[in-house]
């Protein structure tokens, strides 16, 4: 029995437009390096022209710098209560949560395990958290002792203290936006 053959596809029909052909990446700016070269200078080595763009143009250089005052701004402020920015904004979220356990934590407030783990282990030692076993004896609940919640709402002014001076060098609300679609967008990607 003769075998048959599929039908040819149709052709197909010429467009008056071309197809779409990717568009290469933008050329970087090379400021520095032409300016080396208006200047003289030979032998500009291919990096030059980052060079004058990181601090202003660098998203992480740019965040790491408004972390670096914003902790400072808080640092100072939670001093007379014995905390660090760092340790209160954990301890808010373990009160927000309570019992919670470790991984939702380091979930919840994107820390990484190492990170949290050490943290944890200065607000036990400072007796502000307690750790209990869950039903599952290898998950640990947390909770704010009743030190740490007392050294909480101590903390409580000078952080609203902490937040108007961040307020003065950066608007809150556009933070506050600005974290809200982060954590969005991290949370759709996963």
Request: one cysteine or more; aromatic letters at 4%; hydrophobic letters at 45%.
């Amino acid at each position: 029995m003769p075998t048959r053959r599929a039908p040819a596809p149709p052709k197909a029909r010429p467009s008056a437009t071309p197809p779409a052909r990717p568009r290469p990446a933008p050329a970087a700016r090379d400021e520095g390096g032409a300016l080396a070269r208006r200047l003289g200078l030979a032998d500009v080595p291919p990096w030059a022209g980052y060079v004058h763009r990181g601090h202003r143009e660098c998203a992480f250089a740019q965040l790491k710098l408004m972390g670096r005052i914003a902790n400072t701004i808080y640092d100072r402020a939670l001093e007379p209560v014995g905390l660090r920015a760092s340790q209160l904004a954990l301890m808010w979220a373990i009160v927000a949560m309570e019992p919670v356990d470790m991984s939702s934590l380091g979930a919840t407030t994107f820390t990484d395990q190492t990170t949290l783990s050490r943290t944890v282990r200065t607000l036990k030692r400072l007796r502000l958290v307690s750790v209990r076993p869950g039903a599952d004896r290898r998950v640990k609940l947390l909770s704010l002792s009743p030190a740490g919640k007392a050294r909480f709402a101590a903390a409580m002014p000078y952080w609203e203290s902490a937040q108007r001076e961040a307020g003065k060098l950066m608007p809150l609300d556009v933070v506050s936006a600005l974290g809200r679609q982060v954590r969005r967008a991290v949370a759709q990607a996963s």
